[in-house]
DNA sequence: TTGTAAGCGTTATCAG
DNA sequence: CTGATAACGCTTACAA
């Protein structure tokens, strides 16, 4: 494997001026850039990045954290991170966790080991005064709201969607509503959790905790919660469900036991997938994959500059109304 | 940022002591070991990985090489990579390319510039010689059925696969049997034209061009098959279609119409994925999770062990009935 | 069991 | 415009 040292000595030329080619630099006659190239094609020359990484201390690579690889939601937040990475030449290094904290921690070694020059964590299970510990070794942008903190954050605000939808509902008639959670220890199910409550003290209704369903991550719990709901000895008459598989997952289920939606049960989804297209499902756009895109700008910007205060910034969202409710 | 040789003057011993305390090497007296280690403690020392990549020509990162992170097909396989992957201490780097081969070959690259150990290609434009000359830097795996070649595969046999879809349906008396495909030119889709060509003409009938459906890859564009169908002056009574996602989007769009399946129209999907057991879809499971993970044990045996010669590995599928035949 | 010193392959600095 | 030479931070013979 050749090396620098190689290509200058048979260019005839130093080390130096080999390195100024290899990186565009002004001030190289065209003559020895030239004859630089030429002896780089010839043996098949290859930079060992590992050396550039040592010497600059970047590596152009980025640590996406999130739990599950294979979930709608993420993959639509990843789409969306990689378009940008791609445009400006950054490498995702996918770390999925599985909410195991100790995977976690890993991930933020990475930047102290100086792996990777950021982090975008998607979702997590390390409490934020933890994520604050690391901000000092690179750029951390958290895509969950967090409030004023030493990494940035690109958020929708999940207790104003979750009140959004629920007006939708409230419009219609419906006082009976309840909802599902991904999981019950996540900043954005305690924003609805405390909206939910809110909503309904406004409306002089009581909180039924049998009609808050924990543990809805894809299409097949999905269809469980329908089951749930049958076993009910009082069910909503509107559901509001987090992700739109895990809405369709419901939805299909309902038509299966001739259950009609909208009239009997209202189903609202969240972040606008596909297959909520598909089906005529009236859902929340959190807008994930531009939240994406503006996760890998921020903390674009702050590795760029690193002296650069964090930002939290809050995108919107928009209820888009179709035939479930 | 401390580094090694403070570590060292600190604690009063050399630097090849703290290497060893870092990498766990025998032959260190526990007195020095506790000394090295609290020394580490007290600086928050953390290794410069990069230079360890510089000097050890690996970085225990691998490339994973697929032209669209959002798409369940390949959820799935980077699922079963992730998983061996974190058990053995790799990286995945996510190099997601739109079949742009300008991408691709950026990606072969890495791995001249050794910053990868390995690639693993899910789905790829670049020609298979194309390929092969990148062998000599380091091991790829490719989840695509390419003969004997100087890179590794796991794959299963389309051929034979789809073969077993078809008898499936003619075994139910059908004999007009169309089919789907993400995009013509690919591995897959030629195994499949071919083996479809010899059980039409074994069955005596004969090829309607009209019923091979290109350019199907997600739900929506399964919903728009069932349009295109009903636009035909003579349909099919039977469906092949690549991905369970793409089959449900094609169901979904069937019910709405009023089209009974199988009834009217049977169909068998690719894939096995959840939405495809919630819908009762039969299917052909290929074993995606199997194959991710698989592709990852051969190329860690390739990575451990760089003369070992290339493996051709032949995964089984299996034909899943539910109520969709 | 420990230390010395020679790399690994670049880029940065500075003098010409 | 060009070239020596000193980093970058670690591992690993080799010697003791």
Known sequence: MANIKEIAKLAGVSVSTVSRVLNNHPYVSEEKRTRVNETIKKLKYARNMN??????????????????????????LLEGIGKEALANHYRLIICQTGYDQDEEREVFEMLRNREIDGIIVLSTATPVEKIEEYCSYGPIVCCQQAGKRAFSSVYIDHARAFRSAMACLIDKGHRHIGFTVGRMDSPSTRARMS???????????????????????DMEEGAAIMKRLLDLSERPSAMLVTGDHVAAGLVWEARRLGISIPEELAVIGFDNQPIGKMIGLTTIDNRLYEMGAEAFRILFQCIENPDQESVQKELDFELIKRSSV
């Open 195 to 217: 909206e939910y409550e809110k909503v309904l003290s406004e409306l002089g209704e009581p909180l039924r905790e049998e009609w808050i369903l924990d543990g809805c991550l």
């Open 51 to 76: 050396a550039v990484h040592l010497i600059t201390g970047k590596t152009q690579n980025i640590a996406i954290m999130l739990p599950f690889i294979n979930h709608a939601y993420f993959s639509i």
